[in-house]
């Protein structure tokens, strides 16, 4: 087993009087390399927070996000306004949401969009997210891995090639 922290983002809603009159979200450092996502229960319920951790806990288990600023008191600084990615929360009716979803990633090389049932996000939150987003992907406190980005194999490292199937893929 590593002695690497595991980076993880927990997403839960404030307990009375933790957040700050008039906010809907905080976002805090937590040691090893955690962060946690603090929503005002007012403005969405647990479930999206729960969907939330697992879209977030995939990406950055699996490398398509870096965190570049935990415990180094980054985001406490002012905003740069670098604008170096775009990350956003979008609210769509429940009925463009597939079965049991409630946040559906889209994403591309620069920018991430999560459509979110609007049941469960209210437009202040929504408002508050996006800020907070574009502060962390905008000035790089988060960094996209996107696979364009990634170097391509050298040739003295070639991608093995792929057996043919035994059977054929189709009958004609």
Same mark, same amino acid.
Request: with cysteine.
């Given at each position: ?8 983002? &927990?997403? @839960? &809603?404030? &307990?009375?009087?933790? /957040?700050?009159?008039? @906010? ?14 603090? &929503? ?14 697992? *879209?977030?806990?995939?990406?950055? *288990?699996? +490398? ?17 306004? #670098? @604008? ?7 609210? !769509? ?6 079965? +049991?979803?409630?946040? $559906?990633?889209?994403? %591309?090389?620069?920018?991430? !969009?999560?459509?979110? %049932? ?9 408002? %508050?997210?996006?800020?907070?987003? /574009? ?7 988060? $960094? ?21 199937? $035994?059977?054929?893929?189709? #009958?004609?």
């Amino acid at each position: 087993m590593s002695d690497t922290p595991r980076k993880e983002a &927990l997403y @839960r &809603l404030a &307990l009375p009087g933790e /957040l700050p009159e008039g @906010r809907t979200v905080d976002i805090r450092d937590q040691p090893g390399g955690r962060i946690e996502f603090i &929503l005002h229960p007012d403005h969405t319920e647990q479930p999206l927070c729960d969907q939330f951790a697992r *879209v977030t806990n995939h990406c950055v *288990v699996h +490398g398509l996000w870096r965190q570049r600023w935990t415990d180094d008191g980054r985001m406490k600084r002012p905003a740069q306004g #670098l @604008r170096l990615a775009l990350l956003r929360w979008e609210t !769509v009716p429940a009925e463009m949401m597939p079965s +049991g979803r409630l946040v $559906v990633p889209v994403e %591309d090389d620069g920018w991430c !969009v999560h459509l979110i %049932d609007e049941q469960y996000c209210t437009r202040q939150l929504q408002g %508050d997210m996006n800020d907070l987003m /574009l502060r962390i992907a905008g000035d790089g406190l988060w $960094v996209q891995v996107w696979f364009r980005r990634r170097p391509l194999p050298s040739a003295a490292a070639p991608d093995p090639l792929l057996a043919p199937p $035994v059977l054929p893929m189709a #009958l004609t």
